[in-house]
């Protein structure tokens, strides 16, 4: 194998590892069952990037950038699909609850004062 043959291959192995990275974030929000600390917009960007770049691959005829890519758009579709099937909305006694925490209603802040004094 020539010198530029052994770089494509390392190029295109590594490209296609640095692509299946979002793969860790869809391991650990299916792990978890949430993806809220999840930022869909990084995977939208990075979505869009690998699909330009395969795109410029396809018309350059450069089959290192297309290979690459297509693992990249491929594995960060995964990973959009799994974050958003795990992304979910607090249940609403939660936020009820939370909601009473920070913003009392009237009555607890009486009964809170009378308690003191």
Request: hydrophobic share 50%; glycine share 8%.
């Amino acid at each position: 194998m020539s010198p530029v043959g052994a770089f494509d291959l390392l190029v295109t192995v590594y490209g296609s590892v640095m692509g299946a990275s979002g793969l860790i974030q869809a391991k650990r929000a299916h792990a978890r069952r949430s993806s809220q600390d999840v930022s869909i917009p990084m995977i939208l960007v990075i979505l869009v990037g690998t699909v330009l770049w395969c795109s410029y691959g396809i018309v350059h005829g450069d089959a290192v950038v297309i290979e690459t890519n297509a693992v990249g758009t491929a594995c960060w579709l995964l990973t959009l699909a799994v974050v958003l099937r795990w992304r979910r909305v607090a249940p609403p006694a939660v936020l009820d609850a939370t909601v009473i925490e920070l913003v009392p209603d009237e009555a607890t802040t009486a009964r809170e004062r009378a308690a003191a004094g």
